[in-house]
T-cell receptor, first 112, second 113 residues
Framework: SAVISQKPSRDICQRGTSLTIQCQVD?????MFWYRQQPGQSLTLIAT?????????ESGFVIDKFPISRPNLTFSTLTVSNMSPEDSSIYLC?????????FGQGTRLTVV | DQQVKQNSPSLSVQEGRISILNCDYT??????FLWYKKYPAEGPTFLIS?????DKNEDGRFTVFLNKSAKHLSLHIVPSQPGDSAVYFC????????????FGKGTHLIIQP
């Protein structure tokens, strides 16, 4: 299995500011995924983060808004930039390890 | 267009009885399916999975059935317990998961005493 530590668990932020979410994994994994779950919706993939290369973003998500770092095989960050109330959501990091998916605890973001 | 569909937003089952949660998919390239359980204010946790080469997988009280021809899978919980009350997400991926998971919208299971 893989254990993921995600921080912060929740935050309330002012619009126009940025928040960086961190995920630390206790195993080396090639791919890390960042998801968003907006109220009443399923988990939506934001981007895939591979170590040593640029993150790959899904349709509707851009690097300027959600910059991602992946400096090594156990760590990644997602920044939500220039936040607006529409960014209020739960953000999750995930890894696939031995064909199972593991999620962080989630970051509940509220933008006011 | 949703590739993974959970058409029942909620399901109420009496404690001790069988809970059946359903999931349909449209992408024939999906070859691995997972169920996640989510409590309020917590991230989803992995519950059980099934590969497309199988039609059934059991783990304790949880059994997942896969009908490839119908592109349908179901999660059975027997017997249902109060702690099973949660939102259950069906998810799928193809090709080793390189494209990430595709999730359904979830079914809220309520176990009644």
């Amino acid at each position: 299995s893989a254990v993921i530590s995600q921080k912060p668990s929740r935050d309330i932020c002012q619009r126009g500011t940025s928040l960086t979410i961190q995920c630390q994994v206790d195993s080396q994994v090639t791919m890390m995924f960042w998801y968003r779950q907006q109220p009443g919706q399923s988990l939506t993939l934001i981007a895939t983060a591979n170590q040593g290369s640029e993150a790959t973003y899904e349709s509707g998500f851009v690097i300027d808004k959600f910059p991602i770092s992946r400096p090594n095989l156990t760590f990644s960050t997602l920044t939500v930039s220039n936040m607006s109330p529409e960014d209020s959501s739960i953000y999750l990091c995930s890894v696939e390890h031995n064909r199972e998916a593991f999620f962080g605890q989630g970051t509940r973001l509220t933008v006011v | 267009d949703q590739q993974v569909k959970q058409n029942s937003p909620s399901l109420s089952v009496q404690e001790g009885r069988i809970s059946i949660l359903n999931c349909d998919y449209t992408n024939s390239m999906f070859d691995y399916f997972l169920w996640y359980k989510k409590y309020p204010a917590e991230g989803p946790t992995f519950l059980i999975s099934i590969s497309s080469i199988k039609d059934k997988n059991e783990d304790g009280r949880f059994t997942v059935f896969l009908n490839k021809s119908a592109k349908h899978l179901s999660l059975h919980i027997v017997p249902s317990q109060p702690g099973d009350s949660a939102v259950y997400f069906c998810a799928a991926y193809s090709g080793g998961g390189a494209d990430g998971l595709t999730f359904g919208k979830g079914t809220h299971l309520i176990i009644q005493p």
